[in-house]
């Protein structure tokens, strides 16, 4: 069966192998595709694999030869999963395989607004220790993490695992989540309503999908109901917080500092407000990245098309039947 690979640079710029997928589809790798050129590369393909290039219902039913969308990614908002399931097109994700790395990069945030590593590196290499006269300095302020309160948005695998990795710290755990799941209640961790979470919370992370429900929900009125100098972490969606509500707050010292892997426009846009923020630290979409997690993305795709070959249905999004 003829594949073809979309955009498939950011999941293998180089590091990472096809092999595996050539092993069993005559394969096609674009490191990109635009629009324009989406249907004249997918035409005679019934394998169409994608991480953010849009499969619409336009291109679903004008594309008579698809059998099966892979996507590579655990969000599948990309692709019209209705008009694909009206054609019997099954649609697969790839859940759960960035879980240790995102849960990661939440860490390296945290400690980084906690520790100021980078801010004390350059003082150190501008002389400030050489000419200090005590044994040590700090210019910026020291956090501890032990008896802190981290309040963690949607508990999935990566709300779990951030959780797990808080209580490893001696943090205080309190969680919203749409389903409370009274069996991973402890001394440490439990559940309450959103509205108490922002009041409570030192530290708030986001773990949500973005949805109706889910989208601007950070914003000038649940930042007023957070406490005064906290911290705010997002490795989820940029939609999820209106980002002028989030520079207000951070200009004003409400939010203490934030960490952001994501925004509301990707790549970022020159006149995004967060930009020119204080105390914030913005990476480029990397939480998923590490090399680890992109290997087990790959093995998890190609499982699943081995799956769909075989006549079986892995990591479905659009049942069927």
């Not at 004249?40 to 849009?54: A, G, L, M, S, Y």
């Not at 630290?281 to 993305?297: G, S």
């Amino acid at each position: 069966m003829k594949a073809v690979v979309l955009d498939g640079f950011t999941l293998n710029p180089g590091d990472l192998s096809w092999n595996k997928l050539e092993c069993i589809v005559e394969l096609t790798v674009y490191d990109r595709t635009e629009e324009k050129d989406i249907l004249k590369r997918i035409n005679d393909c019934e394998i169409v694999i994608t991480n953010k290039t849009p499969i619409t219902k336009e291109i679903i039913e004008k594309a008579p030869n698809i059998k099966y969308i892979g996507v590579l990614a655990t969000g599948y908002n990309i692709v019209d999963i209705d008009a694909a399931k009206k054609k019997r097109i099954p649609v697969t994700n790839v859940p759960s395989y960035s879980t240790n790395s995102v849960s990661q990069l939440v860490f390296a945030f945290i400690l980084e607004i906690c520790h100021n590593v980078g801010a004390h590196t350059l003082d150190v290499k501008k002389g400030q220790w050489v000419k200090s006269q005590d044994f040590c300095f700090w210019n910026h302020t020291l956090i501890e993490l032990a008896d802190k309160t981290l309040g963690v948005i949607g508990f999935g695998s990566i709300g779990k695992k951030v959780a797990q990795i808080a209580i490893s710290f001696g943090m205080n755990v309190i969680v919203y989540n749409r389903t409370i799941k009274k069996a991973f209640e402890n001394e440490k961790l439990c559940f309450v309503e959103l509205e108490e979470l922002y009041k409570k919370a030192d530290i708030i992370t986001i773990h949500v999908p973005l949805t109706e429900d889910t989208k601007n929900m950070i914003n000038k009125n649940s930042i007023n109901l957070m406490k005064d100098g906290v911290i705010l972490v997002n490795t989820s969606r940029g939609g999820v917080i209106v980002e002028e509500d989030l520079y207000q707050a951070l200009e004003t010292e409400k939010i203490y500092a934030s960490g952001v892997d994501v925004s509301q426009n990707e790549p970022i846009k020159d006149n995004s407000p967060l930009l020119k923020a204080k105390n914030i630290f913005i990476t480029p979409h990397i939480a998923w990245a590490t090399k680890e997690a992109r290997i087990r993305l790959m093995d998890i795709a190609i499982d699943n098309l081995k799956a769909f070959l075989s006549h079986k249905y892995q990591n479905v999004v659009n049942e069927l039947y």
